[in-house]
């Protein structure tokens, strides 16, 4: 079967440091994956998604950035953060060549202080 | 442009009560469309989705859904609910091109109250 593993779970930053959120899915290949940041009140604003390796589309023009550097591997990285960046993020994915559900994986709560 | 539309934004139910939640869709052509629940603090989980076929799907936990094309809705349902069923729930709509991201509703949260 398949799963979607997402950390950390929990992480408090500094204004201006760096981020680096890890995402690996086992169990297929060669899925679509997604990064997705949720406010409050809010719902899922879209980050960023990828149909393969080292294809990377941005949907939202920000201080993030994200690679894929392996088929089941997704990062989300920032070299400054700011305030604005804290939330809950989450990774997802969809199989390949369909339209299907995602599944999604337990989240990281980002706090920038 | 796709679209959804979730109207309300906090639901209160009292336990045993039935329960229904509205989503609403702008797509051009038969949607592909899915129910999720949230737990605080964690990702989201399906509930059930609607591809094509019969118009009434049934998902986990005892929710329901019902797909009418005419009033672009996608409103899920269940008959009794239970305190543990508390929780943030959003609709989805997926445009029909594979590895198009899904488009999200801004979300539910559903109270219950004893």
């Known amino acids: 079967s398949q799963t979607i593993h997402q950390w950390p779970a929990t992480l408090v930053q500094p204004v201006g440091s760096p981020l680096s959120l890890e995402c690996t899915v086992e169990?297929?290949?060669?899925?679509?994956l997604y990064w997705y940041r949720q406010a409050a009140g809010r719902g899922l604003q879209l980050l960023f998604y990828s149909i393969g390796i080292g294809q990377i589309s941005s949907e939202v023009p920000q201080n993030l950035s994200a690679s894929r550097p392996q088929d089941r591997q997704f990062i989300l990285s920032s070299k400054k953060l700011l305030l604005s960046d804290s939330g809950f993020y989450l990774c997802a994915w969809t199989r390949t060549g369909l339209v299907t559900e995602a599944f999604f994986g337990q989240g990281t709560r980002l706090t920038v202080v | 442009a796709q679209s959804v539309t979730q109207p309300d934004i906090h639901i209160t139910v009292s336990e045993g009560a039935s329960l229904e939640l509205r989503c609403n869709y702008s797509y051009g052509a038969t949607p592909y469309l899915f129910w999720y629940v949230q737990s605080p603090g964690q990702g989201l989980q399906l509930l059930l989705k609607?591809?094509?076929?019969?118009?009434l799907v049934q998902g986990i936990k005892g929710f329901e859904a019902e797909f009418k094309r005419s009033q672009s809705s996608f409103n899920l349902r269940k008959p009794s609910v239970h305190w543990s069923d508390a929780a943030e729930y959003f609709c989805a709509v997926a445009p029909n091109q594979a590895g198009t991201a899904l488009i999200f509703g801004k979300g539910t949260t559903l109270s219950v109250s004893s």
């Open positions: 169990g297929t290949s060669n899925p679509n």
């Open positions: 609607y591809f094509s076929g019969d118009t």
